[in-house]
């Protein structure tokens, strides 16, 4: 394919409109959130800056940018400058890969709601969170304090012991979709999202986002009743908040791909495809805030028991009940 | 039986979870508790003691007398005056100040106070941005109102200026000026 001005002033405006969505979406995601954990305990939640509270987000960016940027005597310099960015960049990187919407048809061509297409789309992904990892051990071991160390083992151990999990409850729907590629699978739920038919997968993939998202109740990485703030305890200002967003963007890509890989991605009748997608997202993102509202942090041994002795092992049933069922079909 | 048991503590625990799920869900749609302070003001307690206020007798007349109890009784030293007294022979206070950034509302200059001008109100003195802005002058003290006691008048049980004037009271003598006593 040779590139023409207009494929790459096309690709230009959709990488700029993707960076305006997942970043907004991502600011509005932390006031969402503590709005709704808000009301679940029966408070109100911020509502002073401006209408409902809408401009807090511009009013943290400002905070986080005018705070101190502080850097501890014993931390190695590079490393604990670099942990910030490859927490959120892998974060941000997974959306190059999602399809937002049904392909439109502009400047006689077919555009697709997606930066690149990927064939390896699935694998992509979890490469990328496979990576994800390195924000975490290096910002912990950066920081030269045993509290953030112990943060960033502990993360470590559970990232890399869920993403298994995660990785095994995809495997079916790669089968049920014959393809790696994010777009064959929508494409392959047009008839039916992928949950009636996985539901277990879909159990288990949330459950193994939630994980990798270090969230409550498996945020053990930054348990602040026993770790301070885990792995990120000594960064502060934007080097922090970096860290913050990065963890919300990445709940709004793991929340995107579950929808892709279980509810139909932006399928759906009535809707227009863009608002299905994002509509999808939301009801992902809101589970997310709805389980940190009720759970309790899990103990570290459950944690590994969870993940190694009952969900891989669910997985891996999974396929083999996939691949039967597909193989006597 | 240990399988059995194994899917009954997993169902008990996934029943649990959705148990405390239904529970924060319906949380949402509750009233919150919240009280949003500067605009809305919880009613307090009559009793409670937010703020002081020193307030007028029956006849609308100041009851503060000046006796510096107040300002003795104070353990922070928040209170001060100056007395003064009136053509009537009644006493006042020509300022009277309290500053608000030490007075720790202890309610004792109230209780001290012998003529009940001194009070302490339930309604909360707001935050200030200037720590001057704490200190209350007599005219930001002063209510008009007779506070706890509406009846309570100190010059109608003690008599003097305003009932008859000085050495006017049944069995009391002139006042005796006390240069003439010098030797």
């Known amino acids: 394919m040779t590139w023409t001005a207009v494929d790459i002033a096309l690709m230009l405006g959709k990488i700029v409109a993707l960076y305006a969505i997942i970043l907004t979406f991502a600011a509005y995601l932390v006031l969402a959130e503590r709005r709704i954990l808000a009301w679940m305990q029966d408070r109100i939640g911020p509502n002073r800056v401006g209408p409902f509270g809408l401009m807090q987000p511009l009013a943290d960016v400002i905070k986080m940018l005018t705070k101190e940027d502080m850097i501890p005597k014993a931390a190695d310099r590079l490393l604990f400058s670099l942990a910030p960015a490859m927490a959120a960049i892998p974060a941000i990187l997974t959306f190059s890969v999602v399809p937002l919407g049904a392909p439109l048809h502009l400047f006689g061509r077919e555009v697709t709601l997606q ?7 699935v694998l992509f992904f979890l490469a990328l969170s496979a990576i994800a990892v390195y924000g975490i051990a290096l910002g912990g071991w950066a920081s030269n304090s045993k509290y953030a160390l ?33 777009s064959d699978i929508v494409n392959a ?17 949330l459950v193994s986002i939630f994980a990798e998202c270090r969230r409550i109740p498996f945020d053990l990485p930054e348990a602040e009743g026993e770790l ?10 934007m080097r922090f908040g970096l860290f913050f967003v990065g963890e919300y963007i990445n709940i709004i890509a793991l929340s995107a791909l579950a929808s892709l890989f279980f509810l139909g991605g932006w399928r759906g009748p009535f809707l227009p495809p863009i608002i299905w997608f994002f509509l999808k997202v939301f009801v992902i993102a809101f589970l997310f805030i709805w389980v940190r509202g009720t759970l309790p942090r899990l103990r570290y041994d459950q944690l590994m028991h969870l993940g190694w002795k009952i969900l891989t092992p669910l997985a891996l049933l999974n396929i083999l009940a996939t691949g039967w069922w597909l193989a006597l079909r | ?51 002081i206020v020193l307030t007028r007798d029956p006849d609308g007349a100041e009851r503060c007398v000046a006796c510096y109890l107040c300002s003795g009784a104070c353990p922070v030293d928040c209170i001060s005056m100056a007395a003064a007294e009136g053509e009537n022979g009644r006493r006042y206070a020509a300022w009277f100040r309290i ?12 209780e001290a106070c012998p003529t009940l001008a001194i009070q302490m109100a339930p309604e909360m003195i707001p935050s200030k941005r200037q720590v001057i802005d704490w200190v209350y002058e007599k005219e930001d003290l002063l209510i008009d109102g007779t ?3 509406p009846n309570y008048n100190f010059y109608r049980h003690a008599g003097i200026g305003v009932v008859s004037p000085r050495g006017g009271n049944p069995g009391e003598k002139p006042p005796v000026d006390v240069r003439t006593l010098l030797p």
């Open chain 1, 115 to 121: 930066i690149t297409d990927l064939d390896v789309g």
């Open chain 1, 150 to 182: 112990l943060g960033s083992i502990r993360g470590l151990s559970q990232l890399i012991s869920y993403e298994l999990s995660m990785g095994l409850s995809l495997v079916p729907v790669v089968m049920l979709a014959k393809s790696f590629r994010l």
């Open chain 1, 189 to 205: 739920q047009a008839d039916m999202p992928f949950i009636v038919y996985q539901p277990l997968a879909f159990v288990i993939f």
């Open chain 1, 228 to 237: 301070v703030a885990g792995f990120h305890s000594e960064y502060s200002g």
């Open chain 2, 1 to 51: 039986m240990s399988i059995l048991s194994d899917i009954k503590e997993t169902l008990t625990g996934i029943t649990g979870i959705l148990t405390g799920l239904s529970i924060t869900l319906r949380h949402i749609f509750r009233k919150p508790a919240t009280v949003q302070f500067p605009e809305e003001k919880r009613p307090m307690p009559e009793r409670f003691r937010g703020s």
């Open chain 2, 99 to 110: 500053n608000f950034a030490r007075c720790i509302l202890c309610g004792l200059c109230a």
């Open chain 2, 147 to 149: 506070g706890k006691d």
